[in-house]
């Protein structure tokens, strides 16, 4: 039964993340920095790279609205699904922002660089769908449950002293 489970799920939601991923990323390091104003094959690879990045968008945003309305507010309760959403709106902002030159670069770049962090970390999860992966994705995600005010901890540390060094770097 679970073959069944998992051949459908690899071909119509894994290799399509895959695409969406790729094309992202593909997009964001290579394509939107090297803008040409005459046809050639890098213009062509870019547009189908925004083709294949629009066409999965779209997939996985429909694919939320469904869980958001079946499960109503309780979707927003599972970090997973925050990840998902918080994804696609960044992505969404970020091709948005570098198609319509309406937002700075500086802040295009934090947008991506978020973005990619939450698809890297997407993909990682989408790991556990492979047998030698999945016991590890499993011990990693009950380990982080159980450090969790570990991490609270860590987080403030790390945010106080890149605020102290923050500062220093105001003066260079």
């Given at each position: ?164 060094i923050f500062l220093l770097n105001i003066n260079r």
């Open positions: 039964m679970w073959q069944g489970y998992f051949s459908a799920i690899l071909e119509q939601l894994f290799i399509p993340f895959i695409f969406y991923f790729v094309s992202f990323i593909l997009y964001t390091g290579y394509f939107s920095h090297h803008e040409e104003n005459e046809l050639s094959v890098a213009f062509i690879m870019e547009i189908m790279t925004l083709v294949v990045f629009g066409k999965t968008f779209i997939t996985f945003f429909i694919l939320e609205m469904i869980q958001i309305k079946n499960r109503g507010i309780s979707y927003f309760l599972d970090v997973w699904n925050l990840i998902d959403i918080g994804s696609l709106a960044l992505n969404s902002v970020y091709v948005f922002g570098e198609i319509t030159n309406s937002i700075s670069h500086e802040q295009l770049q934090v947008y991506a660089s978020i973005a990619i962090f939450m698809m890297w970390f997407k993909l990682f999860y989408w790991m556990r769908l492979f047998k030698p992966f999945s016991a590890f994705i499993r011990m990693i995600t009950e380990i982080i449950k159980d450090i969790q005010v570990f991490l609270v901890m860590l987080i403030i540390a790390l945010s106080a002293f890149a605020n102290i």
